[in-house]
Structure formats: C-alpha cells, structure tokens
C-alpha cells in the first residue's frame, strides 16, 4: 500500500493487532526521524531524537498510542522545546500521522473518515525519553 506521503508500508497485518511493536514499527518507521529533521533543518544529523510508535491501551472505538522521542547520542532532548512539539507533529506532512490514524481505523475494521485524533501533552519519562500520547477516537 502506498500512502499519500509516497512512503510504501509493507506486510502490515490487518488483523488489529495494533498491539504488536512490529506492526506499529512498521506504520511509523524509524526513518521518519531522519526525514523530519532533513525537512525541518536540512540536515537529518541535526536532529536530537529519534521516534518510537508504542501501544498504550485499546476499548471499543479508541486505542491510545504514544510516539516517544529517544534522545540521539550526543544531543540533548530537553534542549530541544519538546513541549511545543504536538502541534507541530500533527501538521507536519512529513510524518503525515493523519495516514497512519486511518491505518489503524483500517486495521480495527472502523471509517478512517469518522475518526478523530489528537496529540497530548508531552510527557517526561527521563533525560533521554519524552512522550507524546496520540489518541485515536474511531466513530
């Protein structure tokens, strides 16, 4: 399946197991931090993070993820305004998070077209791990 960003996501099972990392590695790959930060600064090597999609928890009609940030080696996270960063992500056309919110309606057997999603708050877990909770209300 190609998506609208022109990233192809391969072999991602539709059977809602959105609880398996493989499966959310695979709808947010790890080389999207790269490309944000070759978008957002001209350079990947700038960028001080490193994205990770996790399962939190799932009820009928909502599952709750969170995109945590890794700090790369030699960078600093809490350097980086990670705060302000939700509003960003969500618009940023790079990640195009609104495709893999309609991957994940998809493989829940729910419209893409009737779900709603927000970013939370970051959330501090260490120096080197922030996260981001991305709640999919599927309608």
Known sequence: MTLT???????VPSNGNISDPQTLAQLFPAHKAN??????YGDAAEGAYDFELVFR???????ELE????????KCLACNLTYGLPQVLG???VLNLKEVVARVCEMN?????????????TRVISDEI???PLTIEMG
């Open 5 to 11: 960003n022109g990233y192809e996501v391969k072999d």
């Open 35 to 40: 490309d944000f930060f070759e978008a957002l």
């Open 57 to 63: 928890d799932e009820e009928p009609g909502r599952v």
């Open 67 to 74: 995109l945590l940030l890794h700090q790369r080696p030699g």
């Open 91 to 93: 618009r940023h056309p």
């Open 109 to 121: 057997g729910a419209d893409p077209a009737k779900a709603t999603w927000s970013l939370g708050h």
């Open 130 to 132: 922030h996260a981001i």
